[in-house]
């Protein structure tokens, strides 16, 4: 009986005992439990901290892509409180995609918003099940801007985040030669004198063809060689070695001409040389202190200047909103718009000249363009017949689009250039060619005899070019007939003296303005590995048959005749590019060329420096982003 009756005692205690830790086990297993949902609360707060942030983030994004699509030119706000109104032509306008509007009232009067809530039709930006938001104010601040965003989710209150952009624009112009890409326009054969600044926004290959290349002040003083990744001096972009007899001279910040040495890489004096980004004053062995602070790559603090977007050259885009409310508007069918009215005067009618009034006079259609083996049908733009609408020799009745501005959705050919009647940016998506001289200083013997007794007079207008496509230059002896569809003909240019004028040199094209290409400029078809993440069946970087950077000429110039340009050479490489067989070439979309259909001409190029301070009508402009903040978090 003991035996069991001790059985029974020990039992109590234990089950005594496991009574007694019953409610401290409880007790950890909540603070357990409560620390877990604490922790996942956390952790789950900091993912939303996060995405909120993306969503911040997505809309300053959106709002520096709408400045660039508006030529970084047009604003939601005069200034941090002042907004534009909706129908003010400096405002940025509202985007046409779900969710957008914009805010009335309130602190935040005048400011763009994106907005999604559960249910709405059109996806969200994280793919959560809260409401997201994010809205944005974009402004000047002097010659800079200032861009604010401010992102919200719906997640225990309102979870937001706030970004402030800084930036400042940039003038073009103030470059010789810019490129948004590799340039490679150094890889020549003759001599060349390039003066003033030079840009890009990838590698720069500066490897001469066993020749001489200077790099030199402008006549203000003004030379900086600049680029967002490398400059290389080892090789050019298509790997070809430095060749030797080449030579690199840059000027330093005092004007004393500084060789650049190439060689093999690691050797040469460019990016991948060890001394190149040292930093120790007055030692002579790093770029910067070399050249005084004037050549500069990423290694060295240059940095990227973005350049306005495809959207501000095609149709519905910042010019050709510009064309249709005070500018020229063209179509393949003529002119559409003339400032502001599709009542068109008579006189601006006949300067605009489509292809089946040149086949009425005995022209021809098109031509063929054998740079991208293709038959091209332009509209005519007769400058003469708008200078002088009754042809007495008297532009006192001259005719011009009261903003400069002149837009053509279509190929157009500019012809009897020579003196325009105002400031002119003519834009078109398409390719835009030029036949002789353009926008000439002294364009007659009369103006010539002015400039002797007047140094300082002249007829040239402050001009630009714009493609998104190519700008082919043209002598005076081009006739479309001699260039028939499917003929390959290479014919002499000519562009004679003008008869009775003697300073007017013989084969001489004078061009001033800026220049924009949009095409890509350093691989052609056969030296492009990919486009838009298209692979190139054609890819062979072993030819050697074909320069970057090529001029567009269709003709051959020899080396008795010249082009003369003045003004800054821009290639912004925004285009829509053909398959890689040119299959689909045409209209709005540009070919791969595959073959220089020229001899090249006597080159005379170098800056207008004027063009800085008196700028084309509505010229494209830079940015660049100067600093960047991270206003952190608001709970509201």
């Not at 309130?106 to 039709?121: A, M, N, T």
């Not at 800084?166 to 003038?171: E, Q």
């Not at 290349?213 to 900086?224: E, F, G, P, V």
């Not at 495809?310 to 003529?334: H, Q, W």
């Amino acid at each position: 009986m003991k035996f069991f009756k001790d059985i029974f005692k020990e039992k109590g205690i234990a089950l005594f005992t496991v009574l007694s830790f019953v409610p401290v086990f409880l007790l950890l297993l909540g603070c357990i439990v409560k620390e877990t949902i604490g922790e996942s609360y956390f952790l789950l707060r900091e993912k939303r901290s996060e995405q909120v942030f993306y969503l911040t983030e997505a809309g300053a994004d959106m709002a520096y892509s709408i400045f660039g699509s508006n030529n970084f030119g047009r604003y939601t706000h005069e200034n941090e409180n002042s907004k534009y109104e909706d129908n003010d032509p400096l405002f940025t306008g509202i985007p046409s995609y779900p969710g957008f509007s914009r805010i009335q009232g309130g602190v935040y009067d005048g400011w763009i918003k994106w907005k999604w809530e559960p249910g709405d039709p059109y996806s969200s930006m994280l793919g959560s099940s809260y409401g997201e938001e994010f809205m944005f104010q974009i402004y000047p601040e002097g010659s800079d801007f200032i861009i604010k965003s401010i992102g919200k989710i719906s997640y225990g209150g309102n979870l937001a985040k706030s970004i402030i952009m800084r930036g400042a624009r940039t003038n073009l112009l103030d470059y010789t030669i810019f490129d948004n890409q590799d340039l490679s326009e150094f890889v020549r054969g003759p001599n060349q004198t390039v003066y003033g600044k030079v840009h890009a926004n990838g590698n720069l290959y500066m490897r001469p063809s066993g020749s001489t290349l200077k790099i030199k002040r402008d006549s203000n003083n003004i030379i900086s060689i600049t680029c967002a990744r490398s400059i290389i001096a080892s090789q050019d972009a298509w790997e070809r070695p430095w060749q030797s007899g080449s030579h690199i001279y840059i000027d330093n910040n005092n004007g004393n001409e500084v060789e650049l040495t190439g060689g093999a890489e690691g050797t040469a004096y460019d990016h991948n040389h060890a001394q190149w980004a040292e930093n120790i004053p007055d030692n002579n062995t790093g770029s910067l202190d070399r050249w005084g602070g004037t050549v500069k790559d990423s290694a060295t603090g240059a940095q990227t200047i973005n350049v306005p977007n495809f959207k501000s050259f095609t149709e519905g885009g910042y010019y050709d909103e510009k064309s249709r409310t005070a500018g020229l508007r063209i179509t393949g069918n003529g002119v559409e718009y003339f400032n502001g009215s599709t009542t068109i005067p008579s006189v601006v009618q006949n300067a605009v000249i489509t292809p089946q009034e040149r086949v009425t006079a005995g022209g021809s259609t098109s031509f063929w363009n054998e740079n991208e083996g293709r038959s091209e049908t332009v509209i005519d733009i007769d400058i003469k017949k708008m200078l002088d609408p009754d042809g007495n020799g008297n532009s006192s009745d001259k005719i011009w689009p009261d903003n400069g501005i002149i837009y053509a959705n279509t190929p157009v050919r500019i012809i009897n250039g020579e003196e325009l009647p105002g400031p002119a940016t003519i834009v078109s998506p398409y390719n835009v060619y030029v036949k002789s001289d353009f926008n000439m200083e002294l364009p007659t013997q009369a103006d010539y005899n002015s400039h002797t007794s007047n140094q300082s007079y002249t007829k040239k207008q402050p001009a630009a070019i714009c493609s998104t496509s190519r700008v082919y230059f043209l002598s005076g002896s081009w006739k479309d007939s001699e260039h028939p569809s499917g003929t390959r003909v290479l014919k002499y240019a000519n562009d004679p003296k003008k008869t009775g004028y003697t300073n007017d040199l013989n084969n001489l094209v004078e061009v001033n303005g800026a220049l924009i290409d949009g095409t890509p400029t350093v691989d052609e078809r056969y030296y492009r590995k990919e486009w838009g993440g298209s692979i190139n069946p054609y890819y062979n970087n072993n030819q050697n048959n074909q320069w970057q950077n090529v001029d567009d000429l269709l003709e051959d110039w020899g080396t008795s005749r010249i082009l003369k340009k003045r003004g800054s050479i821009i290639h912004l490489q925004n285009s829509t590019m053909s398959d890689w067989n040119n299959s689909n070439a045409g209209s709005g979309i540009a070919a791969w060329v595959t073959g220089a259909q020229y001899n090249p001409p006597y080159r005379d190029y170098g800056p207008d420096p004027s063009l800085a301070t008196n700028h084309p009508p509505e010229f494209p402009r830079g940015a660049q982003i100067t600093s960047w903040q991270s206003g952190g978090v608001e709970n509201e």
